[in-house]
């Protein structure tokens, strides 16, 4: 029976580091501050900036919450960003995606310093999870894999990873993080041939395809240890991942289990790139 990888342990080692950080920050008289800007009402949205807030405020980290309505105007919400740019008090900003559609996404988006953009927004944040610069900070689901790996205390030199999903969220900046760490990277999505065939060669299969339990028995293989990045909704009305658990869970040899794997451990990577980033701005 696979062994459940528990985000909450995970985020709890993470938060020991992080506070050892603000204490830091404390010491020079600054208090790390996270702007989250949020549009509408997106329930979505709603529980995770609960969930920031919650977990930003036990690490001692100060959160600022700017809300606009859905029609908020372009003008507006760039005023916003460039305010948040321009605040010393403001290390780290938060906007929430996808925007309403009657909004130029890329120009708001851009608009952020990406020393500001703690979760993977901006094309130059991007450029850095590529080259391995400095340049802003990975998406936080994505660093949140690699912590978790890191916490298994994975040596992923020369393993064979292959991650399931190609978008710029997760799939991309994942797939860049593990060949920092010398691992041979195949990405696979849902037109690949013979997905499965793929699935069952990995030693870290990471799935980030979006589909409701879509990675089945016949995708895994003995002792895999299993990222599922996955957040959907069963046809019982249940939270579920990408993976189907039952089925897999006497196969492989770890797994992180949904609810209470990646998710969990995502927040906390919110609060390192915020703390980080203070640092940095103030170095």
């Known amino acids: 029976m696979a062994a459940d990888i528990l985000g909450k342990e995970v985020s709890s080692a993470l938060s020991g580091k992080i506070r050892q950080k603000v204490e830091l920050l404390e010491q020079m008289g600054i208090t790390p501050t996270l702007r989250i800007i949020r549009v509408g009402d997106n329930p979505g949205d709603l529980s995770y900036e609960r969930g ?44 929430f995606r996808p925007l309403p559609a009657h ?40 660093q949140a894999c690699m912590e978790i790996l890191d916490f298994c205390k994975e040596d992923l030199s020369g393993k064979r990873a292959v991650v ?16 920092r760490k010398h691992a041979t990277v195949t990405v696979c999505h849902t037109r690949t041939r013979d997905l499965a065939a793929e699935a069952r060669r990995a030693d870290i299969l990471v799935a980030a395809a979006g589909r409701a339990k879509m990675i089945g028995e016949e995708f895994v293989s003995p002792g895999q240890l299993i990222l599922d990045v996955g957040i959907n909704v069963d046809e019982d009305g249940r939270l579920c991942g990408d993976v189907d658990y039952e089925a897999v869970s006497g196969t ?29 701005q103030n170095s």
């Open 52 to 95: 920031a807030g919650k977990r930003c405020a036990a690490l001692g980290i100060l959160v600022q919450n700017l809300v606009f309505p859905g029609d908020v105007s372009q003008a507006e919400l760039l005023a916003a960003v460039h305010a948040a740019n321009e605040d010393p008090s403001v290390h780290g900003v938060l906007l």
């Open 103 to 142: 909004l130029d996404r890329e120009e708001i988006e851009n608009a952020l310093l990406p020393e500001k953009d703690v979760d993977g927004m901006t094309d130059l944040s991007m450029s850095g999870v590529f080259t391995g610069k400095e340049i802003g900070y990975p998406p936080c689901t994505a």
């Open 164 to 179: 399931i999903g190609r978008s710029n969220v997760i799939g991309k900046p994942v797939s860049m993080l593990l060949l």
């Open 252 to 280: 492989v040899g770890r797994i992180t289990p949904v609810p209470g794997g990646v998710g969990a451990v995502t927040t906390t990577v919110l609060a390192l790139h915020v703390v980080q980033a203070a640092l940095r």
